[in-house]
């Protein structure tokens, strides 16, 4: 199956912070590309969505200005979470789709982030 | 609004049968899928359902009944290393573009 990888694995912040998050497909182009959010025990909550060459679309409730989304090319989609705080540790999980009428979505290994 | 219904923990013995049921409540629907997650890991795809019916895949099993907003995961023959966290995520589509929201999860632990 097709491969997505997702760049660091865990990362620990001092509050104030900004981390960006990297996401990769390895062997096919992503059209489009999702960032999720997992506090421990809960389900993966969708943040946004990003097309290639586009601005993401993201949920109600999620700040675009402290989830910066950025999807430069069709194999690399990046997060920052901006200004980072306590709260916003979690596990940050990308998943690609190829489009074309191919609808699976691969999931990235996930990004633990623990803010200091 | 969009809101996936699935138990919250199911507890099973190993070589036994499990059902995992989700019901929905969406707009633009375009099939239920079915996610494996261990605890720490990303969720991994099972199985998905477009159309009514039952889909196989070795021992885990799926079905999907549009009408009732209702679908399940059977698990059979279960083993130490299916204890995980199964998610039911709906595909939807909106404004032509395709969104999977997952349900809160079904937490599995099988028992020897």
């Known amino acids: 199956g097709a491969v997505v990888s997702q760049h660091p694995s865990w990362v620990i912040c001092k509050s104030g912070t900004s981390v960006k998050i990297e996401c990769r497909s390895l062997?096919?182009?992503?059209?489009?590309m999702f960032w999720y959010r997992q506090f421990p025990k809960q389900s993966l909550m969708l943040m946004a969505t990003?097309?290639?060459?586009?601005?993401?679309?993201?949920e109600q409730g999620v700040e675009k200005d402290k989830f910066l989304i950025n999807h430069a090319s069709l194999t690399l989609s990046t997060l920052t979470v901006t200004s980072a705080h306590p709260e916003d540790s979690s596990f940050y999980i990308c998943?690609?789709?190829?489009?074309?009428?191919?609808?699976?979505?691969?999931f990235g290994p996930g990004t633990r982030l623990l803010v200091l | 609004g969009q809101s996936l219904e699935q138990p919250s923990e199911v507890t099973a013995v190993e070589g036994a049968i499990v059902q995992i049921n989700c019901t929905y409540q969406?707009?633009?629907?375009?099939?239920l899928s079915w996610y494996q997650q261990h605890d720490g890991g990303a969720p991994t795809f099972l199985s998905y359902?477009?159309?009514?019916g039952l889909e196989e895949t070795g021992r885990f099993s799926s079905f999907l009944s549009r009408s009732d907003s209702y679908g399940y995961l059977l698990l059979q023959e279960l083993q130490m290393k299916d204890s995980a966290s199964y998610f039911c995520?709906?595909?939807?589509?909106?404004?032509?573009?395709?969104?999977?929201?997952f349900g809160s999860g079904t937490r599995l632990l099988v028992r020897p």
């Open positions: 998943s690609a789709r190829a489009g074309g009428g191919q609808e699976t979505q691969y």
């Open positions: 062997d096919f182009q992503a059209t489009t």
């Open positions: 990003s097309n290639e060459g586009s601005k993401a679309t993201y």
């Open positions: 969406t707009s633009g629907f375009y099939g």
């Open positions: 359902n477009g159309l009514d």
């Open positions: 995520a709906v595909r939807s589509r909106m404004d032509s573009s395709y969104k999977l929201i």
